[in-house]
């Protein structure tokens, strides 16, 4: 038996180290993808029988308003929540010198990300109350009229996003951060001596280098974006309303909150939106392939 | 001696208990509850009377977060079930009554002359003719205002017997000219709004027919619902601004302020009022004014209840437990500490309360006692109802699409 | 290097930068500050609806009290409990499959190391349901091993990325070395990789250590009772049945928040060399 391992080990090797981490993985991630998919052809309250009703909450999800305003308010998430990316790029470059306590200075700009996003929601909702809140009191003193950011059914989504970018920015900074001490400096004087400066300097020289840091920096925004369950849940749940009801939100409610007894349409909330978020993990499985089958 | 688990604390507990051979003749009554401190200390005084009365049950209080409480309930009936849990009363129990998770206690209300006792509560804790636990304390919900603000633009104080809807609806102009805020609200948890509509359903049209409609029997596109809404527009200007971004206790700051006159609030909120420097001075209470003349009288009163999972072990000193909780005298007790009111009309309240005695008056002498929109619909009908009259109240124009989506929720949320 | 080195500019753009750091600064972190101070405010002043005016009197007694009046002890050590499992686990699974995926050539090594990738990024909530039936039939509700569990299987996807691209950079002529000396392909990993991937190991912990400390959403779905909740849900429960006690909310906050500042400070050159070295690859 031993001389059977002794001769075979490499061959063998790896799957003995990979066996559990995949079954701890096989267990609790990938089978219940396709549980969760199961369960959507059901009518359950969580409590009692659960009810073969096939494709009839997919077919009750196409009618429903509240799922549409959700799967929009994705799309605005999405997309904003990319600003992060140059923002946190900006931020980076100003950061990036040598002075006295820079390091300091860095990794207190980092510190918002180290906070949980609860207590991040709960400081903004501070922030925007009508009455006392300092960016309430702002939008009187610029628009005479205050604004209830998180009451107004046309703002709030992008209030909840605004709060989820500070947090957000903060981890884009460190990963340029990092990224740009990998920036070859024989390339930047190079470039230097050519007369190129500023923007230029930046656009052809420095952010093609950054790509792997870009890559990796637009890949978590995007699913932070599509995740974005604590930040609804603490600021508005969802309201006013149900106007800034995001998909992965909405499943939470109808399955598992106070007045959701029904598993089964969560379920099925669930289903799409990982649909949706499969074309973007394709994508980007797509992408790592080819760079890593071009080595 | 009341056993409170406390982690490690519980477990040095249940050793002792295990090994003592005296602690082994008690029966044990296990209880998972979700109080706040103060009722907490008052079910501890409870607790000791119960077990003073019954000498061989020991009862074990296991008390949970109220948020948490509500998820760990799915759990805990079905996996780990207790003997007592506490719970709400109307459809907020029926999933649980409907997948036969609580069980049947007619008997003991048979037995106790619950039935009289407690006639006003009766109807909330009964499905198809049966009574699934025993409701131990109720509070008013009524109008709460700022005196202050009452005289400081020009009008009369109301007593507790309230004014009738013109009179408020033509002081709600006078408020506005006075720069105040005639109603306040803060619709971000979504069931303050509610208060305001169940009041307006009940005094348009009437208990019955506010029943039928959160029983799903009348449709929300019906003349009479938008009769409901009509009367509510005509408060609706009146109403704080950006009350959906404001937690209710953010609108009990503004009418301590004084920036805002009257709160259509349940009894708890005294607590708030007086904390924020309020006193019984300036802080009035009078119930919601009559809208339809002569429609008999009633009130909110949502009530808190006990049950029994039915995976309980110890069945017959749970339903001891509940007896004794239905008691005058132990009502009486209790509700004098939480400074809510007794279910039972044989008991008494405290005379130095002024809310709680405006309050027991209120509720006593109601034609009848609606729970809460929350706890009469059905789940997803309350969630919906819910967000409706909250978007009705920041864009009444609405109305129409409000109703059409109610109206299609009432199709799906009655099977 | 880029931008420009502030010392070759001119003398004013150097004191306008230093000047402008802490400017910066201080807009960045006054959100942080907000919860500072509303930490301090005594609950009359929320109640009276002073949340950024000048506190009325400062309430140190807010810190005591939240111990007093809610189990934040009894929370922050459940976090512990968990957390220090977790990442004793996700961690460590991951050092075993990122070198199997990372040293040895095998056909289907790239599908396993993408399914690792794809299930870390799914939505949580494709996950709840089944997660939460998982773990109540195994019993384990409601408790520090349940959540355990399911944080370590699923932080193992993004471990397994971060570690495979850190050990692909290593130098495979040492194992080469190791192999014709005959040493043992275990041996190979306890003796000679696995010192070498220390930073990556560091700064991974750190990472997880910070993500499971502040994960809100498992701990309220698979937690329900004050024996198994981390801080994350438990601070939920200042929020009693009608009054949020905000005061103690934000005393509560920023105590919660320490653990993660702080063993980010300390192992802050771990950590950046660990993402310099194993994501931005």
Known sequence: ?295 | MVHLKKGALALTAALLMSTSAYAQDKRVLNYYADFDPIPLAAFEALITDFETANPEVDVVLQNFDHEGYKTAIRNFLTTDSPDLANWYAGNRMAPFVNAGQFQDVSDVWEANGLSDALASAKASMTIEGKQYGVPYTYYQWGIYFNKDAYKAAGIEVPGPEGVNWDTFVANCEKFKAANIDCLTTGTKALWPGAGIFDYMSLRTNGYEWHMDLTAGKIAWTDQKVRDVFAQWAKVQPYITANHAALEWEDAAALMVQGKAANYVMGNFAVGNFKQGGMTNDNLGFMVFPEITPGLPRAEEAPTDTIHIPSGAKNVDDAKLFLAFVADAAVQTKLNAALSQLPTNKNSTVPADDPFLVAGFESLSSAYALAQFFDRDAPAEMAKAGMEGFQEFMVKPENLDAILERLESVRAKAYE | MFPRPIEQTSRATQIMYKIALPVALFLWLMPLLGIAVTSLRPPADLAQGNYFGIPSSIAFSNYADVFRNSDLARYILNSFMLTIPVVIGAVGLSCLTGYALGIYKFKSNLLIFFLFVAGNFVPFQILMVPVRDLTYDMGLIDTTTGLALFHIAFQTGFCTLFMRNFIKALPFELIEAARVEGVSEVRIFWYIVLPLMRPAIAALSVLIFTFIWNDYFWATVLTTSREAQPITAGLNSLKGQWVASWHLFSAGSIIAALPPVAIFFLMQRHFIAGLTLGAVK
Not at chain 1, 250 to 271: N, T
């Open chain 1, 1 to 295: 038996m031993s001389t059977y391992w002794k001769a075979n080990q490499r061959r063998l090797a790896p799957w003995l180290f990979l066996a559990p981490g995949m079954a701890m993985f096989a267990i609790y991630v990938i089978i219940p993808i396709f549980q969760s998919m199961w369960i959507s052809f059901y009518d359950w309250d969580g409590l009692g029988d659960a009810v073969w009703i096939g494709t009839a909450n997919y077919v009750e999800l196409v009618d429903d308003p509240e799922f549409y305003t959700s799967f929009k308010n994705n799309l605005i998430w999405l997309f904003l929540y990319l600003l992060a990316v140059p923002a946190g790029l900006l931020i980076a470059i100003f950061l990036n010198q040598n002075v006295r306590g820079i390091r300091l200075y860095k990794s207190l700009f980092f510190f918002p990300f180290v906070i949980s996003q609860v207590v991040v929601g709960l400081i903004f909702t501070w922030f925007y109350a009508p009455g006392f809140g300092p960016i309430y009191l702002l939008t009187e003193w610029i628009f005479g009229q205050g604004t209830a950011i998180l009451a107004d059914d046309r703002y709030v989504t992008y209030g909840i996003i605004a709060a989820g970018l500070w947090p957000q920015i903060a981890y884009v900074m460190i990963l340029y951060l990092t990224g740009l001490n990998n920036v070859a400096p024989d390339q930047v004087e190079a470039a230097r001596l050519d007369g190129a400066k500023g923007w230029r300097m930046l656009w052809y020289v420095i952010l093609p280098q950054l790509r792997p840091a870009t890559f990796i920096a637009v890949v978590v925004t995007v699913i932070g974006a599509l995740r974005s369950f604590d930040l609804v849940s603490i600021m508005t749940a969802g309201g006013p309303y149900g106007s800034s009801r995001v998909l992965s939100y909405y499943m939470y409610e109808q399955a598992l909150s106070e007045y959701g007894y029904r598993m089964g349409y969560g379920a099925a909330i669930a289903v799409v939106l990982f649909g949706i978020m499969m074309v973007f993990i394709s994508g980007f499985i797509w992408k790592m392939w080819r760079d890593e089958t071009e080595r």
